[in-house]
């Protein structure tokens, strides 16, 4: 059996692993400026709707991503606010890196 720090370390690798693709970062950073249609965000994306599908399986598995259907429209959203906060960190955590390296090279 396993023990809770365990499992939150499973889950957390989880969401992780949903973070580590470009086109999925693309699509969180698309779904921060609000709910979009999937046909919308392949046009955005340049990819194809079953790599667009397959993207959204996994980000809505590890709970990031919701969907909702509308007819036959399908409208996804971010599942929470924090979902923003963490691609925003991330981002950060890439200027300071960046500028770091600028100032290493001179």
């Known amino acids: 059996m396993k023990d809770k720090n365990t499992e939150t370390y ?9 973070f580590a693709h470009p086109t999925r970062l693309q699509l969180l950073d698309a779904l921060v400026r609000g709910e979009r249609g999937v046909s919308s965000l392949q046009k ?7 790599n667009l599908s397959q993207h959204l ?4 598995s590890a709970g990031l991503v919701v969907c909702r259907r509308d007819g036959r429209q399908v409208h996804c959203s971010l ?6 906060r ?4 991330v981002r950060d955590i890439l200027r300071l890196q ?6 290493a090279q001179r």
């Open 57 to 60: 399986a996994l980000l809505k």
């Open 10 to 18: 499973l889950r957390q690798a989880t969401i992780c692993k949903a």
């Open 44 to 50: 955005v994306l340049h990819v194809t709707k079953t």
């Open 86 to 89: 963490v691609a925003g960190t």
């Open 79 to 84: 599942a929470m606010p924090q979902v923003k």
């Open 98 to 103: 960046d500028s770091r390296n600028r100032r």
